[in-house]
């Protein structure tokens, strides 16, 4: 068999019902020379069978032995069997927008970049009748201001697409028990200390439902702003108002933090030296302030598996 162009990686645990979509989503992609490599944390569900379901033989299924609880480890194993030239990865919880990936390969061929953090679209939570009545929130997503790799903006794992190369340069993610930061931040932030070029395109490439904000999410069996969204993927006139949404939520807490708390403003640019200073000894500058927040190594994470039930 021949190798794909772009290898896509998604971890998914017990959540058949909203990998659905996700994987729907590749499938109408306007791209076609992909593999989909599925990786499952132990799951005890219907997964492998809704996987098999789809009946395409560049999509493959992995089911790990033990449940690792993190994404780390199943992306890890997906990326030494990906045989794409790029990667992408694609969280279980959200979608591809139908260019996306068409877009992607031209980008990073044209910029010759290594690199790619293609801004997402983030739906708020949200209540199903406010959805119904059109009444939506929306903030855009891993924006790095001035084009320029900033550790301080989180990167959500589906708006990245780069060279399968940069796997052997930079070893595989490392667990989340040994980081404060999660585990793709510090991937991301080891690439960008490597010296690779980024690239940022100015466009959104993927919808973004993030589970772990939604309280209980992973203990429900249906998601209906997965199946409001997907309807809707390529609904243009959603998608402009759901931009014209993100742009006004960015003003008004630029706005507050500007203008209506002085001792915020102030507490961030001291936190600009500070992280100066961490980046200099490479050390992710989050990792002080998730240390405090958090108490521990995994800290963020662990609060958002029991936050979302898992």
């Known amino acids: 068999m021949n190798s794909p162009l772009v290898s896509i ?12 979509y996700a994987i729907q989503s590749v499938l109408d992609s306007y791209f076609q020379d992909w593999e989909l490599i599925v990786v499952g944390d132990c799951c005890t569900d ?14 493959s299924f992995f089911n790990l032995e033990q449940n690792s609880g993190q994404q780390a480890k199943p992306n890890n194993f997906a990326l030494e069997r990906a045989r794409g030239q790029y990667i992408a990865f694609l969280n279980q919880d959200d979608m591809f927008f139908t260019l996306h990936l068409r877009e992607c390969v031209a980008e990073i061929q044209i910029s010759e970049a290594d690199f790619l953090i293609v801004p997402g679209l983030e ?9 119904e009545e059109g009444k939506i929130e929306a903030q855009l997503c891993s924006v790095h201001p001035d084009g320029n790799f900033s550790a301080n903006v989180f990167s959500v794992a589906s708006t990245w697409f780069f060279k399968r190369s940069l796997v052997d340069r930079l070893g595989p993610w490392k667990m989340e028990k040994d980081l404060y930061v999660t585990p793709s931040q510090e991937w991301l932030f080891r690439a960008w200390k490597s010296g690779i070029k980024f690239h940022f395109p100015a466009r959104c490439g993927i919808l973004v439902i993030i589970s772990g904000a939604r309280k209980g999410s992973y203990k429900m069996n249906s998601s209906f702003e997965h199946e409001f969204f997907y309807q809707r993927l390529n609904d243009h006139a959603l998608k402009s108002k759901l931009y014209e949404r ?57 609060y958002a598996r029991k936050n979302s039930g898992l």
């Open 123 to 131: 739906i708020l939570p949200s209540k199903k009748e406010n959805l």
């Open 46 to 59: 219907d997964t492998e069978e809704l996987v098999r379901s789809f009946g395409d033989p560049r999509i």
């Open 246 to 302: 993100a742009a006004i939520f960015v003003s008004k807490k630029l706005h507050k933090e500007l203008f209506f708390d002085p001792k915020l403003l102030i507490k961030r640019l001291g936190g600009y030296q500070l992280d100066w200073f961490l980046k200099k000894l490479g050390i992710h500058p989050t990792a002080v302030r998730f240390r405090f927040a958090w108490g521990k190594k995994g800290g963020l994470i662990e």
């Open 9 to 20: 990686i998604t971890a998914t645990y017990n959540s058949s019902h909203l990998l659905k």
